[in-house]
């Protein structure tokens, strides 16, 4: 009599933690899409984003460390604009959120060579020759004589807007 009672008892128990099982995965699957990632971005390169859902309203924590630009309904663009760390959160157009992930941009190391005197740096990118990038955290003076260098550039292809196309 008692291993029909105990096996009644297991029975039991094994539907509710089947039950359970089942409740516990779709609350979790159901809580998931809201569920926050992290988007790795290097510094000065682009990152598509494809959206399942039409983008009606974008929030990015802080412009200064990445830069979101919209292609179309369903596609974005994160730069890497600064070392750090930032969240892009996107919207539908009933304000339901399609997307939550948090943003690092980090500086590419690959072909990079830091040079170091004494407390002072900068930063050399070599494939195969080596050239001075703008490279935020730099010793002023090497970054400000890049910065320089780049604006007489593009100060001098003149045709180019912001965005990159022609006038």
């Known amino acids: 009599m008692y291993n029909c009672v105990s096996n009644s008892l297991n029975s039991r128990f094994s539907e509710w933690f089947i039950a359970f099982a089942i409740f516990s995965t779709a609350v979790i699957a159901a809580t998931s899409s809201h569920a926050v990632d992290e988007m790795f971005v290097k510094i000065d390169e682009a990152h598509i984003v494809r959206l ?30 600064s070392f ?3 969240n892009l959160i996107v ?8 997307l939550n992930q948090r ?12 040079v170091y005197k004494g407390a002072s740096h900068y930063s050399l990118h070599c494939t195969p020759v080596c ?5 935020i ?9 890049v910065n320089k260098a780049m604006g007489t550039k593009f100060s001098m292809s003149g045709g180019q807007s912001k965005q990159g196309g022609a006038q």
């Open 103 to 114: 943003v690092s941009v980090r500086k590419d190391h690959t072909q990079m060579v830091t």
């Open 137 to 145: 955290g730099d010793n002023p003076i090497h970054f400000d004589a």
């Open 52 to 81: 399942d859902s039409p983008v009606s309203q974008i929030i990015l924590g802080n412009p200064s460390v990445a830069d979101v630009s919209v292609q179309s309904s369903k596609m974005l663009v994160v730069t890497g604009k």
């Open 84 to 86: 750090g760390f930032t």
């Open 131 to 135: 050239e001075q990038p703008l490279v």
């Open 91 to 98: 919207l539908d157009k009933h304000d339901n959120e399609i």
